[in-house]
Nanobody
Framework: VQLQASGGGLVQAGGSLRLSCAASGLPSFSAYTMGWFRQAPGKEREFVAAIRSTGSTAYADSVKGRFTISRNDAKNTIYLQMNSLKPEDMAVYYC?????????????????WGQGTQVTVSS
């Protein structure tokens, strides 16, 4: 299984970025809950957003109203549209596949991780 994240970069505060994560080796991609986590220097990895097979979504309180997660099952890809970015959003963003049957969104619930993509927000 490979989760290939892309789309990170440098953006000014208030700007936008769109992250993508293409999955390979997951023949039943549409059946899985996929999501995004992030990790800033010196901090623990934290949940950002998730999207279930039904299309329903979950977000961390810190990104609600600013970030939108979506999926294209035909392309085995998930996306994270990030608007109104703040300096505190700066981190390495990881896409992830949750264990089937997990009900929470902690790092311990994740079966596969992508390689991460850096998001830098300048103030």
């Amino acid at each position: 299984v490979q989760l290939q994240a892309s789309g990170g970069g440098l953006v000014q505060a208030g700007g936008s970025l769109r992250l993508s994560c293409a999955a390979s080796g997951l023949p039943s991609f549409s059946a899985y809950t996929m999501g995004w986590f992030r990790q800033a220097p010196g901090k623990e990895r934290e949940f950002v957003a998730a999207i279930r097979s039904t299309g329903s979504t979950a977000y961390a309180d810190s990104v609600k109203g600013r970030f939108t997660i979506s999926r294209n099952d035909a392309k085995n890809t998930i996306y994270l549209q990030m608007n109104s970015l703040k300096p505190e959003d700066m981190a390495v963003y990881y896409c992830a596949k949750r264990y089937s049957g997990s009900l929470t969104y902690t790092p311990e619930d994740i079966q596969y991780w992508g390689q991460g993509t850096q998001v830098t927000v300048s103030s």
